[in-house]
Nanobody, 114 residues
Framework: VQLQASGGGLVQAGGSLRLSCAAS????????VGWYRQAPGKQREVVAR???????DYADAVKGRFTISRDIRGNTLYLQMNSLKPEDTAIYYC?????????WGQGTLVTVSS
């Protein structure tokens, strides 16, 4: 199982980015999935998740600005990020939880300039 995150980059405050996470060797299916981030000097934190019962939840800091979704075929996970702020700067990781274990993407860097 491999997860490949992409879509990060440098954007000005107020801008948008869409992160993607492609799965190989498996599909996201109806398993619990999520996006996490880790800013310099800070611990990794949850950004958004979709549980196995398809409910989604978001960190308070991103509610109303970020949207997590996955495609119908279940091969790609997305994170649409709007109204970005400098404090959103971090490495973003995708995550998949299956019965066989927990899997992480390699991370994609998002930098928001003020």
């Amino acid at each position: 199982v491999q997860l490949q995150a992409s879509g990060g980059g440098l954007v000005q405050a107020g801008g948008s980015l869409r992160l993607s996470c492609a799965a190989s060797g498996t599909t996201f299916g109806l398993n619990a999935v999520g996006w996490y981030r880790q800013a310099p000097g800070k611990q990794r934190e949850v950004v958004a998740r979709i549980s196995s019962d398809r409910t989604s939840d978001y960190a308070d800091a991103v509610k109303g600005r970020f949207t997590i979704s996955r495609d119908i075929r279940g091969n790609t996970l997305y994170l649409q990020m709007n109204s970005l702020k400098p404090e959103d700067t971090a490495i973003y990781y995708c995550n998949l939880i299956k019965r066989t274990g927990q899997y992480w993407g390699q991370g994609t860097l998002v930098t928001v300039s003020s």
